[in-house]
């Protein structure tokens, strides 16, 4: 019993923690708006300044608006050249944050401490947590990384990580087999979606977070932490759909559960 109540409160402590991030003021649920940049130098509904793409990069001319990008002011006309499905970096205008990234092309979204989603947060459905949605698997690593182009809920839109390997685990004595990508601290991240997807969960993914293999490539798989992407919250994001073969044809009920914002 002590056992079972300490595994409870671990959980307990962990989705208060992620429901303190997904709160962060300029976080995930602030986004109020998503503008796909053009070839050509235009303004955007709201927003300071001129912006504009080409193959390479984004650019911004402030046209003397007070902008701010890496904690200096932007006086004249900045480049952002960023990575493919990579981090964004962000202009601070007054009170909000113009986030540009690249998602095939570039696209700028607004940050608002002030968003009706965020205003509005209270918290996160989620399954009861239950030591038997804690399995444990193999994780074996492929020859070489692969590159892996998924979809994503942008119709058109699409992502490319880089695959390590697959997890395989055992459940109702079947076993699955799940393409991993790199997650953080030599850990892995796996996109799913699993019998419960557009029933109780929200329909286009889910996602764990596996903490490295051991020296034995052994890996724990804790589905009672498997979380939301942002997607599921804001029409703003651009989130990535599993690679193939991630669906499970079982009910994980474990971890979050489809978000107040879409039910």
């Known amino acids: 019993m002590t056992s079972t109540v300490g ?9 208060e923690e992620r429901e303190r991030n997904l709160a962060d003021p300029y976080g995930w649920l602030a986004l109020v708006s998503l503008d796909w940049l ?19 990069a984004a650019y911004l001319d ?4 007070d902008l701010v990008h890496d904690g200096a002011p932007v006086t004249g006309v900045r480049r952002f050249e960023l990575v493919n499905s990579g981090a964004g970096t962000r202009v601070t205008a007054g009170d909000v944050e113009i986030e540009v990234a690249r998602r095939g092309g570039y696209l700028i ?7 009706p989603v965020l205003r509005e947060f209270r918290g996160v459905p989620a399954y009861d ?4 949605w804690v399995l444990t698997g193999t994780f074996e690593p492929f020859d070489e990384p692969r590159p892996t182009t998924v979809g994503a809920v942008v119709e058109g839109l699409s ?10 685990f055992r459940h109702g004595g079947v076993e699955h087999a799940l393409t991993a990508f790199n997650g953080t601290g030599g850990g892995l991240s796996i ?13 286009a993914n889910r996602s764990l977070a596996v903490p490295a293999p051991d020296a034995d490539g052994r890996v724990v798989l804790d589905f009672n932490r498997a979380v939301n992407l942002p997607c599921a919250f804001t029409d703003y994001a651009t989130c990535p759909l599993p690679p ?6 079982f009910a994980v009920e474990a971890g979050e559960r489809t978000p107040h914002e879409r039910s």
Request: proline share 12%; no cysteine; charged share 25%.
């Open 7 to 15: 595994f409870t409160d671990e959980w307990r402590s962990w989705k």
């Open 191 to 203: 996109l799913f979606t699993d019998a419960t997807s557009g029933v109780t969960t929200y329909p």
């Open 62 to 65: 402030p046209q003397g608006a």
């Open 244 to 249: 193939e073969g991630n669906r499970l044809p």
């Open 38 to 56: 053009e070839d050509r130098p235009r303004g955007y509904a709201g927003l300071p300044g001129l912006w504009w793409q080409d193959e390479e």
């Open 159 to 168: 992502h490319v990580y880089t695959a390590p390997g697959v997890v395989r």
């Open 129 to 132: 947590p239950s030591p038997e």
């Open 109 to 115: 979204r607004v940050h608002d401490p002030e968003a």
